[in-house]
């Protein structure tokens, strides 16, 4: 995904000049709040800890200043073929420009528990962990998903419970559950920000069977969190439901020289390893391609974390002829090659 980034450098002048935010404290009528999927668990101190991040911005979607600056930004990329793929590409690029929300504090509540995550960030997000304690009806009803978080707006979402034990998967999403094409520019472009997302064939199957076994599910992909709503969508309309990791970019700060010039590997290790020593009796299968780090990436987990990996699944896309194969992950180009390898994981 940095390939395609690194294509919008251009861009990123236009964007740099955005307009400040402010320090109202309650979200207005106009203004957005994306709360990414959460995660419950029981940490060795007893206290439920719930992990929580939010997203707060005004799409200021009828703005001519702004929608001069998506047409001028739309000179980077190829041509939509069709209305409904300018439409498309419209409403990605409108992630890129919208207004984030500084000092904003939204009221949530965990069942009929008030919650306060704190003010959000210059880039509009809040990033919060509750340590609660809980009674042990509250417990068993966040365990069994009747314990809603809900918030302002409407809103409504039910955390992921993470047992102390059992299995995850950790997943990648371009080219391994969504057909991106990262080795070829021009197709990354595109299937980025115009065409409607397509999962790879068999891969629905193949989680959908992990699932049944009672999976976590947890995709880590170095997409900026721009994109979130539509990757959102995707996998809930193809594949098990998770906890999403995503880059920060905000045109604004370094972060932008962060994600146009620094490696995926370093956030993705971190972003992993931080799971797995939060979770250290779980059980971890991870699954990527061959496209871009994920191989080197799960190397370096798998030294770090021997005990708890359960085993390593590459894709290799079609548009890649021969890739080098790292020694203890199995290679595969359909998921109906991983019968055995399965079968002898106990999956």
């Known amino acids: 995904m940095n390939s395609f980034v690194r294509m919008c450098a251009g861009a990123a002048l236009f964007l740099t000049v955005l307009p400040g935010n402010g320090g109202c404290q309650t979200l207005q009528k106009d203004e957005e709040l994306v709360v990414f ?26 703005s001519l200043w702004r929608k001069s600056l998506v047409k001028s930004v739309q000179g980077f990329f190829p ?22 929300k500084e000092y904003k504090s939204p009221a949530f509540l965990l069942g009929m528990r008030s919650i306060n995550p704190g003010p959000s960030g210059a880039d509009g997000h809040i990033t919060a962990e509750w340590n609660l304690t809980l009674p042990a009806s509250e417990k068993a009803q966040l365990e069994t998903g009747a314990l809603p978080l809900t918030w302002q707006q409407g809103g409504r979402q039910t955390p992921i419970w993470i047992s102390p034990e059992g299995l995850s998967v ?22 980025s920000l115009i065409k409607e997302y397509q999962p790879v064939p068999g891969m629905p199957g193949l989680y959908a069977r992990l699932a049944a076994r009672r999976a976590v599910f947890h995709y880590v992909s170095a997409s900026p969190w721009q994109l979130y709503p539509d990757l959102s969508a995707f996998i809930q309309k193809n594949f098990p439901h998770g906890t999403v ?3 920060k970019l905000r045109w604004k700060d370094s972060s932008t020289v962060d994600f146009l010039w ?55 896309p079609p548009e890649q002829k021969s890739t080098d194969r790292k020694e203890g992950m199995e290679y595969f180009r359909e ?13």
């Not at 995660?39 to 060795?44: D, P, S, T, V």
Request: glycine content about 4%; charged content about 30%.
């Open 170 to 191: 950790v997943s990648d999403i371009d080219d391994t559950i969504k057909i991106t094409q990262v080795l070829n520019r021009k197709a990354l472009v595109t299937n």
């Open 37 to 62: 999927p959460s995660f419950a668990y029981e940490g060795r101190d007893g206290l439920v800890h719930l992990s929580f991040r939010a997203w707060i911005f005004e799409p200021e979607k009828d």
């Open 245 to 247: 990791s995503l880059r």
């Open 262 to 316: 620094k490696d995926s590997l370093a956030y993705k290790t971190s972003t992993i390893a931080e799971l797995m020593e939060r979770f250290p009796k779980r059980k971890f299968l991870l699954i990527g391609d061959s496209g871009e780090k994920d191989p080197e990436v799960y190397d370096s987990l798998r030294r770090r974390f021997p005990a708890q990996i359960t085993g390593i699944l590459i894709r290799i």
């Open 335 to 347: 998921p109906a090659e991983l019968e055995l390898v399965l079968k002898r994981w106990g999956l």
């Open 79 to 100: 041509a939509p073929e069709f209305p409904s793929e300018q439409k498309t590409l419209e409403r990605r690029l409108h992630g890129f420009t919208a207004d984030n």
